[in-house]
Protein backbone atom coordinates (compact mmCIF):
# COMPACT_ATOMS: atom_id res chain seq x y z
CA UNK A 1 0.00 0.00 0.00
CA UNK A 2 1.22 3.34 -1.05
CA UNK A 3 1.28 6.31 1.92
CA UNK A 4 0.38 8.73 -0.41
CA UNK A 5 -1.02 8.50 -3.77
CA UNK A 6 -1.46 5.28 -6.20
CA UNK A 7 1.72 2.88 -5.49
CA UNK A 8 4.62 3.67 -8.05
CA UNK A 9 5.47 -0.05 -8.08
CA UNK A 10 5.27 -3.84 -7.21
CA UNK A 11 7.82 -3.67 -3.95
CA UNK A 12 6.13 -3.21 -1.31
CA UNK A 13 6.08 -6.87 0.28
CA UNK A 14 10.20 -6.07 -0.10
CA UNK A 15 10.22 -2.77 1.12
CA UNK A 16 8.24 -4.07 4.43
CA UNK A 17 10.64 -6.89 4.87
CA UNK A 18 13.21 -4.65 4.29
CA UNK A 19 11.70 -2.12 7.21
CA UNK A 20 11.54 -5.01 9.39
CA UNK A 21 15.25 -6.16 9.38
CA UNK A 22 16.40 -2.55 9.50
CA UNK A 23 14.37 -2.37 12.57
CA UNK A 24 15.07 -5.86 14.06
CA UNK A 25 19.65 -5.45 12.86
CA UNK A 26 18.97 -2.08 15.30
CA UNK A 27 16.86 -3.91 18.42
CA UNK A 28 19.36 -6.74 18.62
CA UNK A 29 22.60 -4.81 18.07
CA UNK A 30 21.21 -2.31 21.20
CA UNK A 31 20.43 -5.45 23.11
CA UNK A 32 23.74 -7.26 22.31
CA UNK A 33 25.82 -4.50 23.40
CA UNK A 34 24.35 -5.11 26.96
CA UNK A 35 24.87 -8.73 26.76
CA UNK A 36 28.00 -9.54 29.31
CA UNK A 37 30.15 -11.03 26.49
CA UNK A 38 29.55 -7.61 24.34
CA UNK A 39 33.33 -7.94 23.53
CA UNK A 40 32.34 -11.09 21.69
CA UNK A 41 30.06 -9.54 19.81
CA UNK A 42 31.61 -6.63 18.17
CA UNK A 43 32.36 -7.77 15.00
CA UNK A 44 28.65 -8.79 14.71
CA UNK A 45 27.36 -5.95 15.87
CA UNK A 46 28.80 -3.95 13.62
CA UNK A 47 27.70 -6.64 10.58
CA UNK A 48 24.12 -5.79 11.82
CA UNK A 49 24.67 -2.41 11.41
CA UNK A 50 25.12 -2.67 8.12
CA UNK A 51 22.72 -4.71 7.61
CA UNK A 52 20.64 -2.03 9.31
CA UNK A 53 21.78 0.53 6.74
CA UNK A 54 21.64 -1.21 3.66
CA UNK A 55 18.23 -2.34 3.92
CA UNK A 56 17.20 0.87 4.49
CA UNK A 57 18.80 1.98 1.66
CA UNK A 58 17.05 -0.66 -0.26
CA UNK A 59 13.54 -0.02 0.98
CA UNK A 60 14.38 3.81 -0.18
CA UNK A 61 15.58 2.98 -3.18
CA UNK A 62 12.57 0.44 -4.39
CA UNK A 63 9.93 3.28 -2.51
CA UNK A 64 11.20 5.42 -5.63
CA UNK A 65 11.31 2.81 -7.90
CA UNK A 66 15.18 3.48 -8.91
CA UNK A 67 16.71 2.08 -12.15
CA UNK A 68 19.16 -0.02 -9.82
CA UNK A 69 16.49 -1.12 -7.06
CA UNK A 70 16.98 -5.06 -8.30
CA UNK A 71 20.52 -5.14 -8.48
CA UNK A 72 21.08 -3.18 -4.73
CA UNK A 73 18.23 -5.70 -3.13
CA UNK A 74 20.38 -8.63 -4.61
CA UNK A 75 23.40 -7.10 -2.41
CA UNK A 76 20.70 -6.75 0.27
CA UNK A 77 20.15 -10.61 0.17
CA UNK A 78 23.63 -11.23 0.80
CA UNK A 79 24.30 -8.86 3.97
CA UNK A 80 20.97 -10.36 5.57
CA UNK A 81 22.44 -13.93 4.69
CA UNK A 82 25.56 -13.17 6.34
CA UNK A 83 23.96 -11.75 9.19
CA UNK A 84 21.45 -14.17 9.48
CA UNK A 85 24.58 -16.90 10.20
CA UNK A 86 26.40 -14.33 12.57
CA UNK A 87 22.88 -13.78 14.46
CA UNK A 88 22.82 -17.69 14.92
CA UNK A 89 26.06 -18.10 16.51
CA UNK A 90 24.21 -16.25 19.73
CA UNK A 91 21.71 -18.25 21.40
CA UNK A 92 19.81 -15.53 22.84
CA UNK A 93 16.24 -14.79 21.69
CA UNK A 94 17.07 -11.61 20.29
CA UNK A 95 19.70 -12.98 18.05
CA UNK A 96 17.66 -15.81 16.98
CA UNK A 97 14.77 -13.30 16.04
CA UNK A 98 17.07 -10.83 14.27
CA UNK A 99 17.93 -14.02 11.55
CA UNK A 100 14.50 -14.90 11.55
CA UNK A 101 13.78 -11.62 10.10
CA UNK A 102 17.50 -10.89 8.08
CA UNK A 103 16.67 -14.66 6.73
CA UNK A 104 13.27 -13.21 5.41
CA UNK A 105 14.65 -10.07 3.95
CA UNK A 106 17.05 -12.48 2.04
CA UNK A 107 14.66 -14.67 0.40
CA UNK A 108 12.56 -10.87 -0.33
CA UNK A 109 14.76 -9.48 -1.50
CA UNK A 110 16.11 -12.05 -3.94
CA UNK A 111 12.77 -12.59 -5.39
CA UNK A 112 13.01 -9.21 -6.94
Known amino acids: ?4 GKPLNNYQQCIDVC ?8 ECAV ?8 AQRTT ?3 MMM ?8 AACLMTMNAKHAREFCKICATICEEC ?3 CTQF ?6 QCADECK ?3 VECKAM
Open 104 to 106: KCA
Open 44 to 46: HIA
Open 1 to 4: MSIV
Open 50 to 57: ECASVCKE
Open 31 to 38: LCLQEPDV
Open 84 to 86: ATG
Open 91 to 96: KDEHCQ
Open 19 to 26: LRCFQACH
